[in-house]
């Protein structure tokens, strides 16, 4: 037997847990192999395709990002002085809140609820501009609206983790900020949670431009921006919102592609048999198909993955009785088409479409989806393996039948993904992930933690 053969005969005894049992060839691996070749690890749980990632560069922070820094952790620009940009984006928890909460408490005096679980601020310095159909030249010159009507007549492609190049061409909305996108930049998103009467609740643009003032700024601001600054509130909270940005932009603590994953893209580290067991399925069509809305592959130009497509998805998670909103039965919250965002309030078509979001980090993560309904990536994976199979595990029974969907309108309903795997099943078939798949693929989400260092352990590449 070859050499070559060898490997191949040793991987999959690996990847299976049992000799001579043959995984199911996958998608290509996340490292520099030719698209369509089959995943792989090496028996020791190396990458047979290392590559060279093209990270941020690490520098000093500019004057205005120090700036916002110094911004990002002050509690005085809220309403109650009580809650800054840290205190739901807490840089100890992936910039995401540091407790179990669905939604958040805040308002001028800490008795308002939020209406959405708060999502992490890393990994947002490539975030492309929303758009309706591939990121490219063309859609510039393009109204949102005539690009609504060109994806109206659009099919929409299927997506597996198999061709991610296809389905990235599809006229599907993408991209921008929040749940929803409905802003492009991170200078507009620090601005919503702000002057959000539910969130930091900071009153009018000249209360806060006066806490500026008086807040030990002043010097900075008049050295960054001119002197002419201090008289102008408005253009003084945009400069002020400005620096939030690029503190963010700019810190590496918000993109630091320190995870075990990163290291072993670069052939620095090993995965463990059940890691590697939980890569595989990651990219299984045939399994979780995770990795095709979210990619695990570097850019053509080297670029670390960030583990989403950033395209919108209908997926019908549960409700969550535990949001205050939702104690209204006439309250919804439909994502791409409001309440929220109005530009596409009639474009129906888009009613509970919500951003996808990285996993780089999501183990660290306590709420998952846009409304907090589950606690744990078991949960989540429950929910992938059984809505449609034993769609009685994930809805509530309502006089004897399964309420399935039941945080969206009946009319919405057929906007949820019931064509992508794993939800290309229905009910009474085998779900697609085993138990030991999904163990395995917490294990493999696991190595997307930054922070990661070689252990005594488990012996590592050298």
Known sequence: MSLRALLVAATAAFLTGAAGAAEPPGLAPAGSAPTGTPVAVLPDGGNPHPVHLVL????????????????????????????SCASCHSPRHAYGPPNALPVQIGGSRMNRFGVRAVPSLEYL??????????DNEENETITLQQLVQLGRQSRRLRKTARDTAATAASLVPQGGLFWDGRVNTLQQQADGPLFNPLEMDAGSVATVAAKLRSGGYARRFEQLFGPGMLGNSRFLVSEALFALARFQIEDPSFH????????????????????????????D?????CAACHLDRPGADGQPPLFTDTQFEALGVPRNPAIPANRNPRYHDLG??????????????????????????????????????????AQVLDFYDFRDTRPGRIYPVVNGKVDKYDDLPARYRANVDRSDPPFDRAAGQAPAMSARDMRDIIAFLQTLNDGWRRGPSIPELR
């Open 56 to 83: 941020p560069p690490r520098k000093p922070l500019s004057a205005v990002a120090r700036l916002g820094r110094t911004l990002f952790f002050d509690p005085r620009l809220s309403g109650s002085g009580r809650v």
């Open 125 to 134: 310095y490539r975030q492309q501009n929303f758009s309706i159909g591939p």
């Open 256 to 283: 630091p592609f320190s995870s075990k994953y990163d290291a072993w893209l670069q052939g620095k580290a090993r995965f463990t048999p059940s890691q590697a067991r939980g890569y595989v399925a990651f990219n």
């Open 285 to 289: 069509p045939r399994k979780g198909d």
């Open 336 to 377: 791409l088409c409001g309440p929220y965002r109005t530009d596409l309030a009639r474009q129906t078509q888009y009613c509970g479409m919500f951003l996808t979001p990285t996993l780089r980090n999501a183990a660290t993560r306590h709420v998952f989806f846009h409304n907090g309904v589950y606690h744990s990536l």
